[in-house]
């Protein structure tokens, strides 16, 4: 079974930086595609950023591009989501998503993902 579980979320000025973590456990990720999804009240889960557990590029929102940055640390099992520059708008609770995925095809379709985590509450005030 494998268990994703976020932390780091909080309240945050206009302007202001938070550090998303995700601890995964359960089974080897080797050919997982890890993902950060967001979903903001009365909104659509929306896609934010994605990574292959094996390395590579990441994938990025338009509207995260050259704010945010997704990492991995194979070692520790973790995935990272680096926030800088938030804005009012990034408003939502962060979610952290695996897919199964042995071709290492990255998806921003939420519904692809296999495996989510509770969730963890950003809120940037302006």
């Known amino acids: 079974q494998v268990q994703l579980v976020e932390s780091g979320g909080g309240l945050v000025q206009d302007g202001g930086s938070l550090r998303l973590s995700c601890a995964a456990s359960g089974r080897t990720f080797s050919s997982y595609v890890m993902g950060w999804f967001r979903q903001a009240p009365g909104k659509e889960r929306e896609f934010v950023a994605a990574?292959?557990?094996?390395?590579?590029?990441?994938y990025y929102a338009d509207s995260v591009k050259g704010r945010f940055t997704i990492s991995r640390d194979n070692a520790k099992n973790m995935v990272y989501l680096q926030m800088n520059n938030l804005k009012p708008e990034d408003t939502a609770v962060y979610a952290c998503a695996a897919d199964d995925s042995p071709f290492g095809i990255v998806t921003t379709a939420h519904d692809q993902y296999d495996y989510w985590g509770q969730g963890t509450q950003v809120t940037v005030a302006s």
């Open positions: 990574i292959r557990w094996s390395g590579g590029r990441a």
